[in-house]
């Protein structure tokens, strides 16, 4: 049966959505779109049906609302009918539309962890600092509320998943993350500068010998061989899904790993050393009040502007070790992407693509019932395997190697 869906936000991961739910409106219905800029969403929905991306007749609507407002999005809901919530709006906005989805009783997706705009980098585990805390309600309520399912986290999450499933014993998940593209800016962020810079201002937790360690952005650094980008730096850093992970494998090393240029490195590096990267008020000269960070990001290009020229390919995997049979074993488990294809398909770069089509799988499958879980579930929770068979055929195929980074290629289900 199909089942309606509101997506909260309108950049340009919300495009992608807005896109692959009309693709697949056989399953997901009538689709709205709401934001505190209606005409960002009404943009969207222009770009929707000059795609003649609609796969059925049905309806398609923007609407403004506040997502900081639990009892607007939760009427909006009520208005609207829809069955399921795919929120991929700002960090700051996940709780109050959780909250609004439990009121209602519709299911709720999104894609990263809830932050505070106050606090960076909290006591770990991150989940458990505001999502988790909702989850015997979720349970109570029987609402279904999916977490973190973008691609990181997200997809990287049913790769370790589904890695483990191979083997009797995990013994560490290392997550990475490497965009070997081109946008042609000076300097640009790919998503959100504000939540792009907070994950990299903070401590960077990771999992290992079953407890927190931590160290600092950049301070550790690999060359990983990897699948068409070739070798490539990456450093570790904190992220979402090394906090779920740790809790659902806590007998495994957990660490991830992005991939930067050393122009990205010294521009950081100026702006923070600067003070140009803090989320603390401060007073200029002539006594107005300005946050830093908020000043970076609006003189820094919007994220979807960079989709026109965008070249290039991005990688993303999970190198998962263990035994098995008594036995060493490595799995390699990635997919990789294409901005220009991405920018033909949806009008946007890959990695708003690969942020964007994963939630409209998971969206897909909580529709067939296959992922309702009547109850809040991070991505490593639920059976991977139909989701990567939706993953295949909307846009992002994945790819194991047995053995490892060198190991023989095939698809996942060979």
Request: with cysteine.
């Given at each position: 049966m199909?089942?309606?869906?509101?997506?909260i936000?309108?950049?340009?991961v919300?495009?992608?959505?807005?896109?692959?739910?009309?693709?697949n409106?056989?399953?997901l219905?009538?689709?709205?779109?709401a934001?505190?800029?209606v005409?960002?969403?009404?943009?969207?929905l222009e770009?929707?049906?000059?795609?003649?991306?609609?796969?059925?007749?049905?309806?398609l609507?923007?609407?403004?609302?506040d997502?900081?407002?639990?009892?607007?999005v939760?009427?909006?809901?009520?208005?609207?009918?829809?069955?399921?919530?795919?929120n991929?709006?700002?960090?700051?906005?996940?709780?109050?539309?959780?909250?609004?989805?439990?009121?209602?009783g519709?299911?709720?997706?999104?894609?990263?962890?809830?932050?505070?705009p106050?606090k960076?980098?909290?006591?770990?585990?991150?989940?458990?600092?505001?999502?988790?805390?909702?989850?015997?309600?979720?349970a109570?309520?029987?609402?279904?509320a999916?977490?973190?399912?973008?691609?990181?986290?997200?997809?990287v999450?049913?790769?370790?998943?589904?890695?483990i499933?191979?083997m009797?014993?995990?013994?560490?998940?290392?997550i990475?993350?490497?965009?070997?593209?081109s946008h042609?800016k000076?300097?640009?962020?790919?998503?959100?500068?504000?939540i792009n810079?907070?994950?990299?201002?903070?401590?960077?937790y990771?999992?290992?010998?079953?407890?927190?360690?931590e160290?600092?952005?950049?301070?550790?650094?690999?060359?990983?061989?990897?699948?068409?980008?070739?070798?490539?730096?990456?450093?570790?850093s904190?992220?979402d899904?090394?906090?779920?992970l740790?809790?659902?494998?806590?007998?495994?090393?957990?660490?991830f790993?992005?991939?930067?240029?050393d122009?990205y490195?010294?521009?950081?590096?100026?702006?923070?050393?600067?003070?140009?990267?803090?989320?603390?008020?401060?007073?200029?000269?002539?006594g107005?009040e300005?946050?830093?960070?908020?000043?970076?990001?609006?003189?820094?290009?919007?994220?979807?502007?960079?989709?026109?020229n965008y070249?290039?390919?991005t990688?993303?995997g999970d190198?998962?070790?263990?035994?098995?049979d008594?036995?060493d074993?490595e799995?390699?488990?990635?997919?990789?992407?294409?901005?220009?294809?991405?920018?033909?398909?949806?009008g946007?770069?890959?990695?708003?693509?690969?942020?964007?089509v994963?939630?409209?799988?998971a969206a897909?499958?909580v529709?067939?019932?296959?992922?309702?879980?009547?109850?809040?579930?991070?991505v490593?929770?639920?059976?991977?395997?139909?989701?990567?068979?939706?993953?295949?055929?909307?846009?992002?195929?994945?790819?194991?190697?047995?053995?490892?980074?060198h190991?023989?290629?095939?698809?996942?289900n060979e």
């Amino acid at each position: 049966m199909k089942q309606n869906v509101l997506i909260i936000g309108a950049g340009g991961v919300a495009q992608v959505v807005a896109h692959k739910c009309a693709q697949n409106n056989d399953v997901l219905g009538d689709i709205h779109i709401a934001s505190r800029t209606v005409s960002k969403c009404e943009a969207i929905l222009e770009s929707v049906r000059e795609k003649g991306a609609m796969k059925n007749d049905g309806v398609l609507k923007a609407h403004q609302v506040d997502a900081m407002d639990t009892a607007a999005v939760a009427q909006l809901i009520r208005d609207t009918g829809v069955e399921i919530v795919i929120n991929v709006g700002s960090a700051f906005v996940n709780m109050y539309v959780l909250d609004a989805c439990i009121e209602t009783g519709v299911a709720y997706i999104d894609t990263a962890i809830h932050e505070d705009p106050a606090k960076i980098c909290e006591t770990p585990p991150w989940y458990a600092n505001y999502e988790w805390k909702k989850r015997d309600l979720c349970a109570e309520k029987g609402v279904t509320a999916i977490l973190g399912a973008g691609f990181d986290p997200g997809v990287v999450n049913a790769f370790a998943r589904f890695a483990i499933d191979l083997m009797d014993e995990v013994k560490s998940i290392d997550i990475v993350d490497i965009n070997a593209g081109s946008h042609g800016k000076y300097f640009a962020t790919n998503f959100d500068p504000e939540i792009n810079f907070r994950e990299f201002t903070g401590v960077v937790y990771y999992w290992e010998d079953q407890q927190w360690k931590e160290t600092t952005m950049f301070a550790s650094g690999h060359d990983w061989e990897l699948p068409v980008v070739g070798t490539c730096r990456a450093y570790q850093s904190g992220h979402d899904e090394v906090h779920s992970l740790a809790a659902n494998y806590p007998q495994a090393d957990v660490r991830f790993w992005m991939g930067f240029g050393d122009h990205y490195i010294n521009v950081f590096t100026v702006l923070k050393n600067l003070g140009l990267l803090s989320e603390q008020p401060v007073v200029t000269a002539e006594g107005q009040e300005v946050v830093p960070l908020k000043v970076v990001k609006a003189v820094l290009p919007d994220p979807a502007s960079l989709a026109p020229n965008y070249t290039g390919k991005t990688c993303i995997g999970d190198l998962v070790k263990g035994t098995k049979d008594g036995e060493d074993y490595e799995v390699f488990v990635y997919n990789v992407a294409d901005h220009k294809e991405a920018y033909e398909e949806v009008g946007s770069q890959g990695i708003s693509y690969t942020a964007g089509v994963p939630p409209v799988a998971a969206a897909m499958l909580v529709a067939t019932g296959e992922w309702d879980a009547k109850t809040m579930k991070n991505v490593e929770e639920l059976d991977p395997k139909p989701f990567f068979t939706i993953l295949d055929r909307i846009g992002l195929p994945t790819r194991k190697r047995i053995g490892g980074l060198h190991g023989v290629d095939t698809a996942w289900n060979e």
